[in-house]
Structure formats: C-alpha cells, structure tokens
T-cell receptor
Framework: LAKTTQPISMDSYEGQEVNITCSHN???????ITWYQQFPSQGPRFIIQ???TKVTNEVASLFIPADRKSSTLSLPRVSLSDTAVYYC???????????????FGQGTILTVHP | NAGVTQTPKFQVLKTGQSMTLQCAQD?????MSWYRQDPGMGLRLIHY???????DQGEVPNGYNVSRSTTEDFPLRLLSAAPSQTSVYFC???????????FGEGSWLTVV
C-alpha cells in the first residue's frame, strides 16, 4: 500500500483556513484517500474521502491533483475546537488483502490559537 | 446507534496478569481491528479480522491474541501483561477496507 507523509505539526489562528498536505507517491489505481480527525482521549473519526479532483462536505474539502500523488485537506475558518491530530490514509476498496495494511502513521498535530 | 463499543474503559493490571478487552459492533461490519496508541504516537495495528472465523496479525501482534467467533464481537486477549503494554487500545470496524472506519471510545490500560 502507498506510504503517506504528512507534516508532524502545524499552527494556525482562529478564523484562518488551514491546508494539510499528504504525500502518497506510490498510490495505486484503486486507492482512495481518506482523512481522519482525532481529539485527545477519543478514537479517530472520519472527516472526508476522495478519489480524484475535489470533494467537499460540511466539515472540510479535499483536493486531489490529477496525478493523485498528494492530497490536501482544507479546513475553512478553523476554531479552537479544530485542534486535533489529522491522519491521511490511502487504501483500496478491494477487500481484505489491504485492510490489514492500512496504517495511520503519526498524523499532523494541528494547534489552533486564539 | 451504539456503533463500536469497547469495555472496560479503564483497567489496571499487574505484570503477568491476563485479561480480555471486549469489542462489539452493531453495524454488521465484516472488518474489525485492534489498534494501540502510545503517548504522542499514531495508531499501530495489533490484529485484524476480515470476517467471522478469520483473523490475522498486524504490525505489533506479540503478546496479544484475538478470535472472531461472530461478526459482532472481536475480543483482544492479553496473555501475560507487561508494562510495555501500557497504552490506549482502540477497536475499529468497517464495511470493507475502502470505507469509513468506525472507532470505539478507547480502553486505557495500565500495567504495573
């Protein structure tokens, strides 16, 4: 499965837009890109998933360039409550052979300041 | 909707003791897994299952056993607890590997 690389940490201020980029140079044709958010003392929760181009939901946007070797999670107008760890995962939907290889890595620690 | 339920939430064990962390999901998901998360670290996969009766090792399986007798339940057994197993444990499930992974609330385990 594709290895992902993310910045270890980022800082922002309330009201700003935050973009977190994930590199996945070896992404396979069947791979989807999924982002998770984890607050302290909680399990990760799904934010957004995409395959190509742009996906937007009520929480975030996900930008994926044509070569799909990277992806950018965009959080509009962050607040203090967006302080969390953000994980980028790359994996396919073909079944069990890839499930055991999904890895979360260390993620990106986003700190939003007042 | 219960989702993924883990018990207990907190546990203190003495070195050498054994225990089982329970995990149940009510979403009829085929895929389940156990992760551990050490302070300041990402999640590491311990064991996973792609269906009832099927389990496999993840990244850090030593010292842990699992079984999957039903679709709903996926217990994690610590055979002989060691201080190195002090961690937060998360159970997770998903319909298939390309879909949203749902996590339990975590189980905080301290081995003294």
């Amino acid at each position: 499965l594709a290895k992902t690389t993310q910045p270890i940490s980022m800082d922002s201020y309330e009201g700003q837009e935050v973009n977190i980029t994930c590199s996945h140079n070896n992404i396979a044709t069947n791979d989807y890109i999924t982002w998770y958010q984890q607050f302290p003392s909680q399990g990760p929760r799904f934010i957004i998933q995409g395959y190509k181009t742009k996906v937007t939901n009520e929480v975030a946007s996900l930008f994926i360039p044509a070569d799909r070797k990277s992806s950018t999670l965009s959080l509009p107008r962050v607040s203090l409550s967006d302080t969390a760890v953000y994980y980028c995962l790359v994996g396919d939907g073909d079944g069990g052979t890839s499930y055991g290889k999904l890895t979360f890595g260390q993620g990106t620690i986003l700190t939003v300041h007042p | 909707n219960a989702g993924v339920t883990q018990t207990p939430k907190f546990q203190v064990l003495k070195t050498g003791q054994s225990m089982t962390l329970q995990c149940a999901q009510d979403m009829n998901h085929e895929y389940m897994s156990w992760y551990r998360q050490d302070p300041g670290m990402g999640l590491r996969l311990i064991h996973y299952s792609v269906g009832a009766g099927i389990t496999d090792q993840g990244e850090v399986p030593n010292g842990y056993n699992v079984s999957r007798s039903t679709t709903e339940d996926f217990p994690l057994r610590l055979l002989s607890a060691a201080p190195s197993q002090t961690s937060v444990y998360f159970c997770a499930s998903t319909r298939d590997s390309g879909n949203t992974i749902y996590f339990g609330e975590g189980s905080w385990l301290t081995v003294v």
